[in-house]
């Protein structure tokens, strides 16, 4: 069964503090990771996609990287408005369900 | 670029009804999945329409089925409601989800909540 975990459930951050969170994960054959950022009480934003492993994508102050078993989403001198919840998901080969982690909540404190 | 479209945003229903939730994708886009959200198991995969056709199917009971119609737009129902189908229910919806860069895109989502 493909699974997703993301660590630190939780992080809290003074605003210019740097940070990564971290999505392991365990699918049979990978056809993509994503990212999406979620604000309370809204549905998920798309973020990033990464097809194979060594590959980096960048949006601001978000940098998301993936190796062959997990992927990386890099906060740099995040600000307030980067609080929310990060979700990644994997989409296997063979059916196209996306699997999700449960997220990592992150605040940031001016 | 209109984005994806639910209705309604929130809905509160008794033990035992039944509701439908719809959902309007992007222009354009023929896959859309449905996801239940709650805050013990987070985000989990209800179902995958492309074309009016069932494609995937989650580990749900059968209280919880869905259609599409030939414009591309959704609807999931659920019978029978129970306390715990309270949840966030979100739509996803992406031009063709097998094709890489055709990311899935969600909606605000429905906020059911059964009393």
């Known amino acids: 069964e493909d699974q997703v975990t993301q660590s630190p459930e939780a992080l809290r951050l003074q605003e210019g503090e740097s940070s990564s969170l971290n999505c392991s994960y365990t699918?049979?054959?990978?056809?993509?990771l994503f990212w999406y950022r979620q604000d309370p009480g809204k549905g998920p934003e798309f973020l990033f996609t990464?097809?194979?492993a060594g590959e980096e994508k960048e949006k601001e102050r978000l940098k998301a990287t993936l190796t062959k078993k997990e992927s990386f989403l890099h906060i740099t001198a995040p600000k307030p408005e980067d609080s929310a919840t990060y979700l990644c998901a994997v989409l296997p080969y063979g059916n196209n369900r996306l699997a999700f982690g449960k997220g990592n909540q992150v605040v940031v404190i001016p | 670029k209109a984005g994806v479209t639910q209705t309604p945003r929130y809905l509160i229903k008794t033990r035992g009804q039944q509701v439908t939730l719809s959902c309007s994708p992007i222009s354009g886009h023929r896959s859309v999945s449905w996801y239940q959200q709650t805050p013990g198991q987070g985000l989990q995969f209800l179902f995958e329409?492309?074309?009016?056709?069932?494609?995937n199917k989650g580990n749900f009971p059968g209280r919880f089925s869905g259609r599409q119609f030939s414009n591309s737009r959704s609807e999931m129902n659920v019978s029978t409601l129970e306390l715990g189908d309270s949840a966030l229910y979100l739509c996803?919806?992406?031009?063709?989800?097998?094709?890489?860069?055709?990311?899935?895109?969600f909606g605000q989502g429905t906020r059911l909540t059964v009393v």
């Open positions: 996803a919806s992406s031009f063709e989800q097998a094709l890489p860069g055709t990311e899935a895109f």
């Open positions: 699918v049979s054959g990978l056809r993509g």
């Open positions: 990464l097809y194979s």
């Open positions: 329409y492309f074309s009016e056709t069932q494609r």
